[in-house]
C-alpha cells in the first residue's frame, strides 16, 4: 500500500499567517490526491481534489499544488475557523485508498 | 439537502458482531457509490471498501476481507457495513462517505455519516 507522510504534524500559527502542510507519497501517485479539514467532533470534509482542484464552496484562501510524490496544501491567510486538522489521501492505487497521518493546525 | 445519517454509538465485547447503518437522503441513492472509513481516536482514516447502491457488488481493503461484509436495502437508501470478530483495535468511529462521482468513483468522498463510535470492550 502507498503510504502518505504529512508534515508537521502539528503547527501553531496566528491569524493571517501563510501556512503550509507537506504530504509526501511512498511512491509516485500522478495528481491523484485530496486534502480534507475535520474539526473536532465532525467528520472530515473534502477541500481539494485533483491535487490542486478546488472543491465548490471552498474559501479561496486554500490552496493545493503538486505532483508525482510531493504536495503542499496552503492557507494563505489563517482564519480562526481553520483550526482543525488536515488529511490526505491518495487514490491513484487502490485497493486500498490511503489517508496521511494528520497535521493539526492551532490558531 | 444531501445527509447520511448513521446509526447510534454502540459498546461491543470482543468476538462480537457489529452492524452499522448509513441512511441516505436529498440524492439518488443508487447513483453514487458510498465508502466506508473508520478513524481509531487520534488516528487518520482508514479506507475500508465500497459498495455500489445500484448492483450491491462491493470491493474490501486487504486489511478487511473476511471479516467486513458491506450490503444496502435501495428501496430504504441504506447502506449497511458488519464486521465480525470484533477486537480491541476495532475500537473507532466509523463513516460512509458518499464517493464524489455520479453513476462511478471518483474515490474521493464528498459527503459524509456523522459517524458512528463503536467500542471494544470486555
Known amino acids: 500500500a502507498i503510504q502518505l507522510t504529512q508534515s508537521p504534524s502539528s503547527l501553531s500559527a496566528s491569524v493571517g499567517d501563510r501556512v503550509t502542510i507537506t504530504c509526501r507519497a511512498s511512491?509516485?501517485?500522478?495528481?491523484?490526491l485530496a486534502w480534507y479539514q475535520q474539526k473536532p467532533g465532525q467528520p472530515p470534509n473534502l477541500l481539494i481534489y485533483?491535487?490542486?482542484t478546488l472543491k465548490t464552496g471552498v474559501p479561496s484562501r486554500f490552496g493545493g499544488s503538486g505532483s508525482g510524490t510531493d504536495f503542499t496544501l496552503t492557507i494563505a491567510s489563517l482564519q480562526p475557523e481553520d483550526l482543525a486538522t488536515y488529511y490526505c489521501?491518495?487514490?491513484?492505487?487502490?485497493?486500498?485508498?490511503?489517508f496521511g497521518g494528520g497535521t493539526r493546525v492551532q490558531v | 439537502h444531501v445527509q447520511l445519517v448513521q446509526s447510534e454509538a454502540e459498546v461491543k465485547k470482543p468476538g462480537a458482531s457489529v452492524k452499522v447503518f448509513c441512511a441516505a437522503s436529498?440524492?439518488?441513492?443508487?447513483?453514487?457509490?458510498i465508502h466506508w472509513v473508520r478513524q481509531a481516536p487520534g488516528q487518520g482514516p482508514e479506507w475500508m471498501g465500497w459498495?455500489?447502491?445500484?448492483?450491491?457488488?462491493?470491493n474490501y481493503a486487504p486489511n478487511f476481507q473476511g471479516r467486513v461484509t458491506m450490503t444496502r436495502d435501495a428501496y430504504i437508501n441504506t447502506a449497511y457495513m458488519e464486521i465480525r470478530r470484533v477486537r480491541d483495535d476495532d475500537t473507532a468511529t466509523y463513516y460512509c462517505?458518499?464517493?464524489?462521482?455520479?453513476?462511478?468513483?471518483?474515490?474521493?468522498?464528498?459527503?459524509w455519516g456523522s459517524g458512528t463510535q463503536i467500542t471494544v470492550s470486555s
Open positions: 511512491q509516485g501517485i500522478t495528481n491523484a
Open positions: 436529498g440524492y439518488s441513492f443508487t447513483d453514487y457509490y
Open positions: 462517505a458518499r464517493d464524489s462521482a455520479w453513476g462511478s468513483r471518483n474515490w474521493y468522498f464528498d459527503v
Open positions: 459498495i455500489n447502491p445500484k448492483r450491491g457488488d462491493t
Open positions: 489521501q491518495q487514490y491513484d492505487t487502490f485497493p486500498p485508498i490511503t
Open positions: 485533483g491535487a490542486s
